[in-house]
């Protein structure tokens, strides 16, 4: 029985409607890239949202990601091809076996977070999956790529109670070069890793009898960061990512869905709230003024900080490469050395010391002065 409540809930002002993938950035920019603008997908949506065509239209002149450095872009690219590949309904998905495995709520929780640690996550937790999570319809296919659902197709998720968040850390060598092409290894890293996770584990626990999903960079039926919150991964920032005790915002995730009874975590509560409100370090440093430096404010029924996804996207399009200057300026993303344990361990506690402990990250590094891309890379 789980009495605590995650954090966020205290910012719920209103109902939260499910988001629709379509809406999604990088779904919108598949309209362009992929499906091209006599058809049908981009015709309807562009209709219904006039105000965004232009923006889209535009990036899509731009350099494409990881475009810019010939030789070193196949590094990247071999890692988002076999992320493509596990992408597909078969991959993420499947029936059952036809008989069930019995274990107590307690004992499955054990094997599903074990099995997940074992497979390559660097963090796990289980809680419940909130249909308010669950994305209402498709909408990132890679422009209908074979083997994945269409785009628009209804997303319906309710036969599953259960989710199971993982998190996978980011190399941090190669993200403190941000933003440069190192980010963007250091990304298709964690996410082909975290994509291949999911689907083994999600196919584990069908071998067990039971309904699973993998949800991965190509394919997710769920918001991942609320999901992960939920499962006890960390808190919501400023940043608009999920921000966790022992890698800040140096982690990316994937979810496994299931009707399989599993033991929940509890959500942490780490005081990233107010941690946040005195910080604003990402806000200061963000190149494109994408992280609000104020208050938070009313998004679909949440009070949150918002990140302007417009500014965020089209500066890593100026820039040819994923940024991630947020998560590499973070005080929370460091090494896990027994001083910044110790940090974190301080940080999490709610209290006047936080804005101490932000001034003097800003004291002792300075500006963001991104590191010397390694010797393998142009
Ligand atoms: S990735 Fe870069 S541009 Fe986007 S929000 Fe973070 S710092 Fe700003
Ligand atoms: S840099 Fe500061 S304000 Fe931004 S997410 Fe990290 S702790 Fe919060």
């Known amino acids: 029985m789980i009495d605590k409540k995650p954090t966020y809930e205290g910012d719920i002002r209103g109902k939260i409607e499910r988001f629709d993938e379509r809406d999604m950035i990088f779904a919108r920019q598949d309209l362009v890239r992929y499906f091209g603008e006599d058809s049908p997908q981009f015709q309807r949506y562009f209709e219904a949202h006039p105000e965004l065509k232009e923006f889209h239209i535009n990036l899509s002149k731009k350099t494409p990601l990881g475009g810019i450095n010939l030789s070193d872009s196949p590094m990247f690219k071999a890692q988002f091809k076999i992320i493509d590949l596990i992408g597909s309904e078969e991959m993420v998905d499947g029936q059952p076996a036809l008989k069930r495995i019995s274990f107590s709520p307690k004992r499955a929780a054990l094997k599903v977070k074990e099995t997940a640690l074992l497979y390559g996550a660097d963090i796990v937790g289980i809680g419940p999956l909130k249909q308010e ?32 968040a993982m998190g996978f850390r980011m190399d941090l060598d190669l993200l403190s070069s941000a933003p440069s092409f190192p980010t963007m290894l250091a990304s298709a890293q964690a996410y082909s890793i975290s994509a291949w996770t999911a689907v083994r584990l999600a196919d584990y626990i069908r071998q067990l009898g039971y309904e699973a999903r993998a949800h991965h960079f190509s394919n997710y039926q769920v918001l991942a960061v ?50 946040c409100e005195q910080c ?99």
């Open 280 to 378: 604003m370090i990402c806000a200061d440093e963000c190149p494109s003024s994408a992280i609000p430096g104020g208050e938070k404010s009313l998004h679909d029924g949440l009070l949150k900080w918002k990140l302007d996804e417009k500014k965020c996207y089209a500066y890593w399009h100026v820039n040819g490469t994923d940024c991630g200057i947020c998560m590499a300026v973070c005080p929370w993303t460091k090494p896990s050395t027994p001083f910044h344990k110790m940090s974190a361990q301080i940080a999490s506690i709610k209290g006047p010391h936080q804005r101490f402990m932000a001034w003097a990250e800003r004291a002792v590094y300075g500006k963001h002065k991104p590191k010397r891309n390694p010797k393998f890379i142009e």
């Open 133 to 164: 999570w669950t994305y209402s319809h498709v909408g990132a296919t890679g422009g209908d790529q074979a083997g994945y659902q269409p785009w628009g197709t209804l997303i319906d998720l309710s036969r599953h109670s259960h989710a199971v």
């Open 226 to 275: 609320p999901a992960a919150v939920d499962c006890g991964l960390g808190e919501l920032s400023r940043a608009g990512y999920l921000l966790t005790k022992k890698f800040g915002l140096g982690v990316r995730l994937s979810v496994v869905t299931t009707d399989l009874p599993m033991e929940h975590d509890e959500p942490v509560d780490i005081s990233v709230g107010s941690f």
